[in-house]
């Protein structure tokens, strides 16, 4: 079996390698040698790679910079999806893609399933929804992974932010009335590759969209405090401990981009279907947070 993965270099894709090395012969590609924005480029390396399966872990992910940079985060999020799978459909490979709980707008009190129906109150979430759609439309065996709050020792999150602000100063406000939950990059690759197994094995099982991300729900502000007491915990120098974050309200903290008030998602079809587990948000932060507290990416 050949993999083409894209994004090598992001939170997911980096944990990617690892994770596909032992099913197949991976072509990784990051930035510097395959702009997704340039869809000849992108046709011409799936032809050449000529791949059985495309993840694709590349997006456009800065969400309040997507607000003045339209263009980008559409030929990225939304017309790149829809190149890799008219390219797949043509080889008749099969596409796994992900996506964010940021197609829904956050307004309904229960958890988010599959057949909701989503309504990005953002242009990342926007342009992310309409990658769905195209990629759906473009290539019959394909699986989109909706997630949400991803974190990984390397690459940009949340939780490192909030580690860089408790080291520089004795206090700062999180908002505490949005709700999500923070899925590890390693986590999502793991479920891959056991997902990518079953593909390989069984021919019943079906192609379509599911929701991924860590057991339970939290704040950002909770999660603020959480990370904060982990690296106390492990006797680092803050000047902010857990209670030195504040919380807000959303309209406290203004910010280009609106973002869902609970986007959370109901990830029983994704567990059901293919007799996984998706372990707490907890677990999966402090795991996180182990490898960079031990590391120098502290
Ligand atoms: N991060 C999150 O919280 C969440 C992410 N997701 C989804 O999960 C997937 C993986 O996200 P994650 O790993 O966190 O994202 P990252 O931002 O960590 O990684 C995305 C990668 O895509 C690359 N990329 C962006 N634009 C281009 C381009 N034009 N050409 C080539 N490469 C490009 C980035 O390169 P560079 O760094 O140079 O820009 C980066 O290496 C994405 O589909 C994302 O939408 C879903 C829910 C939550
Ligand atoms: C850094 C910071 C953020 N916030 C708020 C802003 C925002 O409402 C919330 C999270 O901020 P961030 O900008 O770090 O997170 P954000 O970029 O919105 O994260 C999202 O990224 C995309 C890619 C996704 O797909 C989503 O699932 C989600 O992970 O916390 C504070 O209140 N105080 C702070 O000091
Ligand atoms: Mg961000």
């Not at 012969?25 to 510097?32: D, K, L, P």
Request: charged share 20%.
């Amino acid at each position: 079996m050949k993999i083409l993965l894209t994004g090598k270099d992001g939170q997911v894709g980096f944990e990617l390698q690892r994770a596909l090395a032992p099913l197949a012969s991976v072509t990784a590609v990051g930035r510097a040698s395959c702009d997704l924005a340039n869809e000849a480029a992108l046709r011409a390396l799936v032809r050449a790679v000529r791949p059985d399966v495309i993840v694709n872990a590349a997006a456009y992910t800065a969400v309040d910079k997507a607000e003045s940079d339209q263009a980008e985060a559409f030929a990225v999020n939304t017309a790149a999806p829809r190149v890799l799978g008219e390219e797949a459909a043509r080889a008749g490979a099969l596409v796994l893609h992900f996506s964010t709980d940021y197609v829904f707008s956050g307004e309904q009190e229960r958890p988010y399933t599959e057949r909701d129906m989503p309504d990005p109150c953002n242009v990342y979430g926007l342009s992310k929804y309409q990658g769905e759609l195209a990629l759906r439309d473009a290539c019959a065996r394909h699986l989109v992974l909706r997630t949400s709050w991803v974190l990984g020792a390397h690459g940009r999150n949340f939780a490192r932010t909030v580690l860089r602000l408790g080291r520089e100063r004795d206090a700062f406000g999180v908002v505490a009335d949005q709700h999500g939950a923070p899925t590890p990059a390693a986590l999502l690759a793991d479920l891959c590759a056991h997902l990518l197994r079953q593909y390989g094995q069984r021919q019943d099982l079906p192609f379509g969209t599911y929701h991924v991300a860590a057991g339970g729900t939290t704040t950002w502000y909770d999660y603020a405090r959480f990370v904060l007491g982990q690296a106390r915990a492990s006797g680092k120098p803050l000047k902010a401990g857990p209670d030195g974050v504040r919380a807000l309200d959303t309209q406290a903290y203004p910010t280009p981009a609106k973002r869902p008030r609970s986007s959370r998602l109901d990830t029983a079809l994704f567990c059901t279907t293919f007799g996984l587990r998706l372990p707490p948000w907890e677990e999966g932060v402090q795991h996180v947070l182990q490898q960079i507290l031990e590391s120098d990416l502290w």
